[in-house]
Protein backbone atom coordinates (compact mmCIF):
# COMPACT_ATOMS: atom_id res chain seq x y z
CA UNK A 1 0.00 0.00 0.00
CA UNK A 2 1.57 3.60 -0.80
CA UNK A 3 1.86 5.77 2.04
CA UNK A 4 0.00 8.93 0.20
CA UNK A 5 -3.31 5.79 -0.62
CA UNK A 6 -2.64 5.07 3.39
CA UNK A 7 -2.77 8.66 4.82
CA UNK A 8 -6.27 9.40 2.35
CA UNK A 9 -8.11 6.26 3.82
CA UNK A 10 -6.92 7.47 7.24
CA UNK A 11 -8.01 10.78 6.99
CA UNK A 12 -11.04 9.97 4.96
CA UNK A 13 -11.95 7.61 8.27
CA UNK A 14 -10.89 10.49 10.72
CA UNK A 15 -13.01 12.73 8.66
CA UNK A 16 -16.06 10.40 9.43
CA UNK A 17 -15.23 10.58 12.61
CA UNK A 18 -13.90 7.63 13.85
CA UNK A 19 -11.14 7.06 16.30
CA UNK A 20 -8.11 5.52 15.86
CA UNK A 21 -8.92 1.90 16.76
CA UNK A 22 -11.83 2.05 14.58
CA UNK A 23 -9.19 3.33 11.71
CA UNK A 24 -6.96 0.48 12.47
CA UNK A 25 -9.08 -2.05 12.80
CA UNK A 26 -11.29 -1.30 9.55
CA UNK A 27 -8.14 -1.56 7.55
CA UNK A 28 -6.85 -4.27 9.35
CA UNK A 29 -9.76 -5.84 7.92
CA UNK A 30 -9.81 -4.31 4.16
CA UNK A 31 -5.85 -4.45 3.88
CA UNK A 32 -4.71 -7.07 5.81
CA UNK A 33 -0.92 -7.58 6.56
CA UNK A 34 -0.39 -4.53 4.22
CA UNK A 35 -2.07 -2.30 6.59
CA UNK A 36 -0.07 0.38 8.84
CA UNK A 37 0.22 -0.60 12.13
CA UNK A 38 -1.82 0.94 14.94
CA UNK A 39 1.19 3.78 15.95
CA UNK A 40 1.20 5.10 12.54
CA UNK A 41 -2.93 4.84 12.56
CA UNK A 42 -2.77 7.48 15.67
CA UNK A 43 0.15 9.74 14.19
CA UNK A 44 -1.88 10.53 11.22
CA UNK A 45 -4.92 11.03 13.31
CA UNK A 46 -2.93 13.51 15.23
CA UNK A 47 -1.37 14.96 12.57
CA UNK A 48 -5.10 15.58 11.09
CA UNK A 49 -6.77 16.56 14.42
CA UNK A 50 -4.05 19.33 14.44
CA UNK A 51 -4.86 20.68 11.10
CA UNK A 52 -2.99 19.20 8.79
CA UNK A 53 -5.08 18.47 5.55
CA UNK A 54 -2.14 17.36 2.46
CA UNK A 55 -1.30 13.10 3.11
CA UNK A 56 1.64 13.90 0.40
CA UNK A 57 5.21 13.77 2.66
CA UNK A 58 6.19 17.30 3.29
CA UNK A 59 9.32 18.55 1.94
CA UNK A 60 12.19 18.93 4.87
CA UNK A 61 13.96 22.30 4.90
CA UNK A 62 17.53 22.53 5.09
CA UNK A 63 20.83 21.06 3.90
CA UNK A 64 20.67 18.66 1.25
CA UNK A 65 20.90 15.22 1.91
CA UNK A 66 24.18 15.28 -0.56
CA UNK A 67 26.56 18.23 -2.36
CA UNK A 68 26.69 15.94 -5.74
CA UNK A 69 24.33 16.94 -8.00
CA UNK A 70 24.53 17.38 -12.00
CA UNK A 71 26.29 20.68 -11.39
CA UNK A 72 28.51 19.71 -9.30
CA UNK A 73 29.41 16.42 -11.14
CA UNK A 74 30.04 18.40 -14.12
CA UNK A 75 32.78 20.72 -12.51
CA UNK A 76 34.64 17.95 -10.95
CA UNK A 77 34.92 16.34 -14.52
CA UNK A 78 36.56 19.40 -15.71
CA UNK A 79 38.65 20.18 -12.67
CA UNK A 80 39.65 16.31 -13.05
CA UNK A 81 40.01 16.96 -17.38
CA UNK A 82 42.26 20.02 -16.55
CA UNK A 83 44.61 18.28 -13.83
CA UNK A 84 44.74 14.55 -14.29
CA UNK A 85 46.99 14.36 -11.07
CA UNK A 86 45.22 16.58 -8.94
CA UNK A 87 44.79 14.54 -5.54
CA UNK A 88 41.28 13.94 -4.11
CA UNK A 89 42.16 16.37 -0.84
CA UNK A 90 42.72 18.94 -3.59
CA UNK A 91 39.68 18.33 -5.37
CA UNK A 92 37.71 19.28 -2.22
CA UNK A 93 38.97 21.98 -1.50
CA UNK A 94 38.40 23.70 -4.75
CA UNK A 95 34.97 22.41 -5.38
CA UNK A 96 34.11 23.22 -1.68
CA UNK A 97 32.90 19.95 -1.11
CA UNK A 98 34.01 17.07 1.52
CA UNK A 99 36.99 14.93 0.62
CA UNK A 100 33.86 11.95 2.00
CA UNK A 101 32.05 12.88 -0.62
CA UNK A 102 34.92 12.64 -3.47
CA UNK A 103 36.30 9.18 -1.74
CA UNK A 104 32.51 7.79 -2.07
CA UNK A 105 32.55 4.74 -4.55
CA UNK A 106 29.37 6.39 -5.89
CA UNK A 107 30.85 9.34 -6.83
CA UNK A 108 33.64 8.17 -8.49
CA UNK A 109 31.45 6.50 -10.56
CA UNK A 110 29.33 9.43 -11.06
CA UNK A 111 33.46 11.40 -11.64
CA UNK A 112 34.52 8.53 -14.22
CA UNK A 113 36.94 8.59 -11.98
Known amino acids: MEAAECRSVIRFLYLKGQTPKE ?41 PHSAIDNGTIHNVEAVILDDRRISIRQIAQEMKISVGSVKNKKNHDHFHM
Open 23 to 63: TFDAMKNVYGHDAPSYDVVKHWHRQFKCGRTSVETALIPGR
